[in-house]
């Protein structure tokens, strides 16, 4: 009888160890072990912090944008005629509300978009206009009149749920200087009279 017991007990282990290799095999041809991913920094949180090349005839220069010290929601645009001035985050990662707001040299701009194209590291800012259902067709409207200078005011025509109507709207494009300098950007500090 015990040893019976013994024997049905070895038996019942060896079976377990079949099936346990077995279902091991099955469960690694499924699935591979894939590498961790890298850490997230705060670039590839934020792709459109960084230094960029203006594109156009009249005002070539540099612009620059940085994050607001308090709040990752908001950049800040340096480097356009306008002057220094900020901008909301509406959808990740890369499309921002410009409001209504005085610049840091005094003027007065209108509402606008500033979209980052990931793909292309290209930058386009349109001042005077803002579409909540899509902020990215106002560019699609730009790449029709793509004979005028990046920096020229065009008249664009604005939908909006209720109106449309004609706008001036100013279109800036820029081109990321170098992706692997902007890795380690900081977050920027909010001009004195901005905050």
Same mark, same amino acid.
Do not use: C, H
């Given at each position: 009888?015990?040893?019976?017991?013994?024997?049905?007990?070895? &038996?019942?282990?060896?079976?377990?160890?079949?099936?346990?290799?077995?279902?091991?095999?099955? #469960?690694?041809?499924?699935?591979? &072990?894939?590498?961790?991913?890298?850490?997230?920094?705060?670039? !590839?949180?934020?792709?459109?912090?960084?230094?960029?090349?203006?594109?156009?005839?009249?005002?070539?220069?540099?612009?620059? #944008?940085?994050?607001?010290?308090? $709040?990752?929601?908001?950049?800040?645009?340096?480097? &356009?005629?306008?002057?220094?001035? !900020?901008?909301?985050?509406?959808?990740?990662?890369?499309?921002?509300? #410009?409001?209504?707001?005085?610049?840091?040299?005094? !003027?007065? #701009?209108?509402?606008?978009?500033?979209?980052?194209?990931?793909?292309?590291?290209?930058?386009?800012?349109?001042?005077?206009?803002? $579409?909540?259902?899509?902020?990215?067709?106002?560019?699609?409207?730009? %790449?029709?009149?793509?004979?005028?200078?990046?920096?020229?005011?065009?008249?664009? !025509?604005?939908?909006?749920?209720?109106?449309?109507?004609?706008?001036?709207?100013?279109?800036?494009?820029?081109?990321?200087?170098?992706?692997? $300098?902007?890795?380690?950007?900081?977050? %920027?500090? %909010?001009?004195?009279?901005?905050?």
């Amino acid at each position: 009888m015990k040893n019976t017991f013994f024997f049905a007990a070895a &038996l019942l282990f060896a079976t377990a160890t079949v099936q346990a290799q077995s279902t091991r095999d099955s #469960i690694a041809a499924k699935y591979k &072990l894939l590498p961790m991913p890298e850490a997230l920094t705060l670039q !590839k949180s934020f792709p459109v912090i960084g230094t960029y090349q203006l594109s156009g005839t009249e005002n070539a220069g540099t612009v620059s #944008i940085a994050l607001d010290s308090a $709040n990752k929601g908001i950049v800040w645009i340096s480097g &356009l005629p306008q002057g220094t001035f !900020k901008a909301y985050l509406k959808k990740a990662p890369g499309t921002y509300r #410009i409001l209504s707001q005085k610049t840091s040299a005094g !003027k007065q #701009i209108p509402e606008g978009t500033l979209v980052f194209d990931q793909e292309t590291s290209t930058l386009n800012v349109a001042l005077g206009a803002y $579409n909540e259902a899509d902020p990215a067709a106002i560019f699609a409207g730009q %790449a029709a009149v793509s004979a005028t200078p990046a920096d020229v005011e065009t008249k664009v !025509k604005v939908k909006t749920a209720k109106t449309k109507t004609k706008a001036k709207v100013t279109f800036y494009t820029a081109t990321k200087v170098d992706a692997a $300098n902007t890795a380690g950007t900081q977050a %920027a500090t %909010a001009p004195a009279d901005q905050k």
